[in-house]
């Protein structure tokens, strides 16, 4: 249960540091930007489902990143728009809370996807004749529900934990949203035990996929060394370019956080602001500008003529 001072039953989010006079500005920035990730997201999601051809594993996890994308970039970022606009920085307890599980509940399955999506190109280029039997639609089923699953657990625990601790002192997280770190950081008792559980089970997730994920691609790349073809080699690249893209903006944030949570907020604010907010929106910026098969079914929805395409 957590204790406050008599009555304080909120907090107060004191918003992006030193941007006094920008807010205006920041506003338009960031409100640009959510929209763009929400319809581009929107339209590969619809692109998908209507376009029988794009019913394959790859594009499968390519609609279940979009649904992470869409919702990961909502935590956060409709907050902080009210907070420049309007300086709504009241949080209510369960908002908080609620801020706390879903950001780690949907950064950790994305993870978890980014490594799934791994061993799909794993088992296309270098199982070939056996991808269909690897990655069925059933097996699809599996990998990804288990993400969802097993990330529920991890940001419940992650949650349950933050939120026992006694916070009987200043309601004010010096942040645009609540994360562990910062909130933890009010609790009147000992937080090092919560500090530590957070910072181990946060840092273990990304840890344990990053190396699988490495671990897939030097298979890959002996496979694709080992192609005669160039053709082949270069159909090869293509397929992963766009996943290692964006695996890259996935964890370069994740490694500046939450390897060095002590870093200077001057440092931090800005990556955990484009891990939020911008990567969110490039997703399928690149997705689509390096994929004709999607490229191809948004003509369909818009219409125009289509171009026959091969590979993704």
């Not at 809370?97 to 879903?102: D, E, I, L, T």
């Not at 293509?238 to 490694?255: D, E, I, M, N, Q």
């Amino acid at each position: 249960m957590v204790q406050f001072l008599p009555g304080t039953v909120e907090f107060i989010l004191l918003g992006i540091p030193r941007t006094e006079g920008q807010e205006n500005v920041l506003f338009v920035v960031f409100w640009i930007f959510y929209l763009c990730t929400l319809l581009g997201n929107l339209l590969i999601l619809v692109a998908v489902m209507f376009d029988s051809h794009l019913h394959t594993p790859v594009y499968f996890f390519l609609c279940n990143l979009s649904v992470l994308d869409i919702g990961f970039s909502s935590v956060s970022t409709p907050k902080m728009l009210a907070n420049l606009l309007v300086k709504d920085q009241v949080i209510s307890l369960g908002g908080c809370m609620s801020q706390v599980f879903f950001y780690h509940f949907l950064g950790s399955t994305e993870c978890l996807l980014y490594t799934v999506m791994a061993y799909d190109r794993f088992a296309a280029i270098c199982h070939p004749l056996c991808y269909t039997i690897l990655v069925s639609h059933r097996a699809c089923a599996l990998l990804a529900a288990d993400t969802w699953i097993t990330s529920s657990f991890h940001a419940t625990i992650l949650t349950t934990l933050t939120f026992q601790l006694p916070y009987c002192g200043s309601n004010e997280v010096d942040y645009f949203f609540c994360d562990i770190f910062p909130v933890v950081s009010l609790a009147c008792g000992n937080a090092l035990i919560i500090e530590t559980v957070s910072f181990t089970n946060i840092g273990l997730v990304p840890m344990t996929c990053f190396l699988l994920i490495l671990i897939s691609y030097i298979r890959v790349t002996i496979a694709v060394l080992k192609m005669h073809s160039a053709e082949g080699r270069h159909k090869a690249v293509s397929a992963c370019a766009s996943h290692l893209s964006v695996v890259t903006l996935f964890f370069g944030p994740c490694a500046l956080i939450y390897t060095q949570p002590y870093l200077s907020e001057v440092l931090v604010t800005p990556v955990q602001i484009f891990g939020n907010v911008v990567t969110p929106m490039l997703n399928p910026t690149i997705y689509t500008l390096r994929n004709k098969d999607v490229k191809e079914a948004l003509k369909k929805l818009a219409g125009g003529q289509t171009v026959s395409a091969e590979g993704h």
